[in-house]
């Protein structure tokens, strides 16, 4: 196969593990027939990329430009795409690519697929590696592309792309969506907030829990929790043994699972969004006295993506952002480590990162 | 005047129990009530010894109320039935289980889930609903309200068919529950002892594929020439470990001791489900990211509501499915449970109740 031309792209990449972003020059393939291209307007940051920029996860390959909660304008479509024009609103979460016709794929969960390529760090069919989307444009093939809502404003709206299908697509796939089931929300960071918001618009009553009083006003005030519960505090904990029917637990960190299996309901859900690095203690107990389950999750499908964001428009849904300038990034990064954020940031690309001209 | 287990009820029963943590079982005389409007009494004639019979006499969970008599898979004939007993009557071949006693009139109990009541009584070692306590299998008789009875089919002979009733219900009622019983699908059953065996047995009549994952090799011609596995995995075997990755639909996991989760997770496909059905004394160590990259899910299970009972014993005739046991006699119970701690049985001690239990 001869060499796929190439056209000049520019983004933050870091260059070794201790993450801190610098300006980047590098090239993207051509718009090939069934792929998308769009200028980048907005960037979350997610998590995942401060602990990928990082190498926490022994994955990451240098120089790294990450990204995957990106929202855009579409330049060009190749000649083969049906499904988007330039000029519309578009994104593209944390997957580009995957084989197609395994069973998760066959199934819409390319979230599953072995093959699946990541949006950034991953080395794609042409032997580059994948670059994400703190860079000033994308391209991308159209079964990956995500359509947004017109009413949702483009900014605020990036980091459902990751944070929104995270919480959404368990809640579906468990049946944590029902009108008047009461719904645990373990964590009020960035899936945390985003877990709230689509839980009450399913028209469940959500609980969020968390380790310290501080994000009550918050919680209930603000993002329309129904209540809040400190787990540290065992009275609060045992009031509300019993009552929910699942519980989104987005803490990466370790902690204990007894008191979060407690306040569940005989035959309850706990899932887990976040993924501790150490095993978890799990105490059987529960599971075979109560029937109670554990279980994980990761993003979600391209189409149930694609349902989210449409639920999300319909619903008025975004995400708490803060948006910040390409130059602000490695302090954004450092805030984010300390949890210092209400609740993701957003880089504002289009307006704020430019091409280094000493590069 | 506080009363003795002689004297507590009305009818003299023998048996035997154990009094202290030794874990000693030896001749025991306690009583039992007059046999009520809705309860059948049953003339023991077979009881199997469960691994939780151990347990319980040693005071592994700490809540053993000495003294106990232990067994929940009694097989007997009914010989009183009270004048509400519609179900049952006199001659009939029965078994009675795990459960003696439930509210039966919440949620749970509506849903035939007598085993998720929070008032749910076990058939020993439990305080019955009027305050006495409850005793079990390993005695001559025992005296239950006729919805925690079972009828025994036919074809199901007594003594071989009695462990069916913790081991049997124990593997079927998540399998049923949790959707693994998908003709084609492949089952891992993690231990071979007694609920492992018949878990391979239930499996293969679902007409899944089993493969039994096992410490060391040592059975693995027994499970596959005998059980009808169709293979057997040793988790020491790196390689194929490595083979097996991502090749399993479910596993039941039988094992009781503290064991590593993260080999089992893997061999489980994408939504792959993992049921505990052992209770190791300490919490397990559960790691995450095979749970979140795989969608997969840990549960766990514990036995079955009555009307499942039935229908696994229904379902157990129809395959020809019973245990596979050793038969002892009343008095060599204590050397019984020694080799039970080591796990040298194959795979079920039943005990002969009604030809080796005599008073002295």
């Not at chain 2, 489900?273 to 995450?288: H, Q, R, T, V, W």
Request: one cysteine or more.
């Amino acid at each position: 196969m001869g060499k796929v031309l190439q056209k000049e792209a520019f983004g933050l990449a870091a260059k070794d593990n201790s993450g801190v972003l610098s300006p980047f020059r590098f090239t993207r393939r051509e718009t090939g027939e069934k792929d998308v291209r769009f200028k980048v307007l907005f960037c979350g940051i997610c998590h995942s990329d401060l602990h990928m920029v990082k190498n926490e996860w022994g994955m990451s390959t240098y120089p790294l430009v990450p990204g995957h909660e990106i929202v855009g304008v579409v330049t060009e479509v190749g000649a083969k795409v049906t499904k988007f024009k330039t000029g519309e609103k578009v994104g593209v979460g944390c997957l580009v690519s995957s084989c197609g016709s395994c069973d998760s794929c066959t199934e819409g969960m390319e979230n599953y697929c072995p093959k699946s390529i990541q949006t950034y760090g991953f080395k794609y069919y042409d032997d580059t590696i994948t670059y994400g989307g703190y860079s000033d444009h994308m391209v991308c093939d159209e079964g990956f592309i995500i359509r947004i809502p017109d009413n949702l404003p483009l900014d605020a709206a990036a980091p459902l792309l990751c944070a929104g299908i995270t919480v959404y697509s368990p809640m579906k796939y468990h049946g944590l969506d029902k009108p008047g089931m009461h719904i645990g929300v373990v964590g009020l960071g960035g899936l945390g907030h985003v877990g709230v918001k689509f839980a009450k618009a399913m028209g469940t009553k959500v609980t969020v829990i968390s380790t310290s009083e501080r994000k009550r006003d918050e919680a209930i005030n603000r993002l329309g929790a129904d209540a809040f519960l400190v787990s540290r505090d065992p009275k609060q904990i045992k009031d509300a043994m019993g009552t929910m029917d699942g519980i989104i637990d987005t803490v990466s960190a370790t902690h204990s699972l007894l008191p979060l299996l407690g306040l569940l309901k005989h035959k309850g859900k706990l899932v887990m969004v976040g993924a501790p690095e150490k095993p978890l203690e799990l105490p059987v107990m529960p599971l075979i006295f109560e029937r109670k389950m554990v279980m994980g999750s990761m993003i979600g499908g391209i189409k149930e993506t694609q349902e989210m964001i449409d639920m999300a428009g319909k619903h008025n849904i975004t995400a708490d952002i803060e948006l910040i300038s390409a130059d602000y990034v490695n302090t954004a990064m450092e805030r984010l480590e300390k949890a210092d954020v209400r609740y993701r940031f957003v880089i504002d690309v289009a307006n704020t990162l430019k091409p280094n001209p000493n590069l | 005047m506080a009363k003795s287990p002689e004297t507590e009820h009305p009818n003299k029963v023998f048996g035997w129990g154990a009094r202290d943590k030794s874990g000693v079982l030896s001749p025991f005389h306690f009583s039992r009530r007059d046999n009520g409007e809705n309860d059948v009494t049953v003339k023991i004639l077979f009881c199997g010894v469960c691994h939780t019979d151990l347990h319980t006499i040693k005071n592994d969970w700490g809540y053993t109320y000495y003294p106990v008599v232990p067994g929940h898979e009694i097989v007997g004939i009914a010989t009183k039935v009270g004048k509400n007993v519609t179900k049952f009557k006199e001659g009939d071949r029965v078994g009675v289980g795990v459960i003696a006693g439930s509210c039966q009139s919440c949620e749970s109990c509506d849903q035939d889930l007598e085993n998720y009541c929070p008032q749910m009584s076990f058939t020993y070692n439990a305080i019955a609903s009027d305050g006495t306590k409850n005793y079990g299998g390993y005695s001559e008789n025992i005296v239950v309200d006729q919805r925690f009875v079972l009828r025994f089919p036919e074809n199901l002979p007594s003594d071989s068919g009695a462990p069916l009733l913790c081991a049997g219900i124990t593997v079927y009622s998540p399998m049923k529950y949790y959707g693994m019983t998908e003709a084609g699908k492949h089952l891992g059953v993690a231990g071979l002892g007694g609920l492992g065996h018949v878990a391979v047995k239930i499996g293969k009549a679902f007409g899944l594929k089993v493969t039994v994952i096992s410490s060391s090799s040592k059975k693995e011609e027994e499970a596959i020439n005998h059980l009808g596995a169709d293979s057997f995995l040793v988790t020491s075997d790196p390689q194929k470990m490595k083979a097996a990755i991502g090749t399993m639909d479910y596993i039941i996991d039988t094992i009781s001791a503290v064991h590593a989760l993260y080999p089992l997770l893997g061999l489980l496909k994408v939504n792959g489900k993992l049921i505990a059905l052992g209770l190791p004394e300490k919490p397990l160590e559960l790691p995450m990211f095979p749970l979140v990259l795989g969608r997969k899910m840990v549960g766990g299970s514990d036995v079955g509501g009555l009307k499942e009972t039935q229908e696994m014993l229904d379902f157990c005739a129809k395959h020809n499915i019973t245990a596979d046991i050793e038969l002892i006699k009343m008095d060599e119970i204590n050397s019984a449970m020694e080799r039970l701690a080591k796990s040298d049985v194959r795979y079920r001690f039943v005990i002969d109740v009604a030809n080796s239990l005599s008073p002295p």
